[in-house]
C-alpha cells in the first residue's frame, strides 16, 4: 500500500517568508503525487501534481514541489507567504492497482503571521 | 466545463436515521469517488464507482453504500446514522485510466445529534 507522511501538523511563518511544507511518501512503484489545500468550511483545491515528467513541478497561486526519489519526498515551497496561503494543506498519492484511490497525509495547517 | 456540486450544504440528522448525500461529476470524468472527512483529520477513503458500480472501497461498514447513474452522477448513503457519522463528506470525480488528479466537490457537512 501507497502512503504520505506529512510532518509537522502546524506550520507557523511571517508574511513574506519562505513556506516549506514536508512530505515524503511511501511506495514500492513510481507514484503520482499531488498537493491539496482547504480553505475553512470548502473542499479541496488541487495545487500541483507530479505524474513522473518533470521532477519540479509548479503550481497555482506560486507554489512548487520537488519530486526527489532518494529522500522519498515532494515538499511543497513558496517563496514568500502571503496572508491569504493561511489554509490546510494536504499531501496525497494514487495508489496503483486496479482502481486509483487518493490517500491523503493528515495535513498541515499553514498559519502566516502578519 | 462545470466542477464538482454537492448537496446538500450542511444538514443535521438524528442518531439511528438514514442520509443520502447527491454530487454531480465534472464534466467529462466518469468516475466518482467519496470521502469522508472528520473534523482535524485528513479525508477518508470510503468508495468509488465507475461504470455504475462499486470498484473500490475504504474500511467502512456496509452500511455506507452507493451509487452511480448513467451521467456518472453519484449517490452517497448512510443508514443507522451514529454521531462518529458527523464529518465533512467529500465528492471527487475523476478520468478513469489517467492520473491527472481529483476534482472535488465543496463537500456536504453532516452533523448527527
Known amino acids: 500500500a501507497q502512503s504520505v507522511t506529512q510532518l509537522g501538523s502546524h506550520v507557523s511563518v511571517s508574511e513574506g517568508a519562505l513556506v516549506l511544507l514536508r512530505c515524503n511518501y511511501s511506495s514500492s512503484v513510481p507514484p503520482y503525487l499531488f498537493w491539496y489545500v482547504q480553505y475553512p468550511n470548502q473542499g479541496l483545491q488541487l495545487l500541483l501534481k507530479y505524474t513522473s515528467a518533470a521532477t519540479l513541478v509548479k503550481g497555482i497561486n506560486g507554489f512548487e514541489a520537488e519530486f526527489k526519489k532518494s529522500e522519498t519526498s515532494f515538499h511543497l515551497t513558496k517563496p514568500s507567504a502571503h496572508m491569504s496561503d493561511a489554509a490546510e494543506y494536504f499531501c496525497a498519492v494514487i495508489s496503483s492497482g486496479g482502481y486509483q484511490k487518493v490517500t491523503f497525509g493528515t495535513g498541515t495547517k499553514l498559519q502566516v503571521i502578519p | 466545463e462545470t466542477g464538482v456540486t454537492q448537496s446538500p450544504t450542511h444538514l443535521i440528522k438524528t442518531r439511528g436515521q438514514q442520509v443520502t448525500l447527491r454530487c454531480s461529476s465534472q464534466?467529462?470524468?466518469?468516475?466518482v469517488s467519496w470521502y469522508q472527512q472528520a473534523l482535524g483529520q485528513g479525508p477518508q477513503f470510503i468508495f468509488q464507482y465507475y461504470r455504475e458500480e462499486e470498484n473500490g472501497r475504504g474500511n467502512f461498514p456496509p452500511r455506507f453504500s452507493g451509487l452511480q447513474f448513467p451521467n456518472y452522477s453519484s449517490e452517497l448513503n448512510v443508514n443507522a446514522l451514529e454521531l462518529d457519522d458527523s464529518a465533512l463528506y467529500l465528492c471527487a470525480s475523476s478520468l478513469a485510466g489517467g492520473p491527472g488528479g481529483y476534482t472535488f466537490g465543496s463537500g456536504t457537512r453532516l452533523t448527527v445529534v
Open positions: 464534466s467529462g470524468h466518469n468516475t
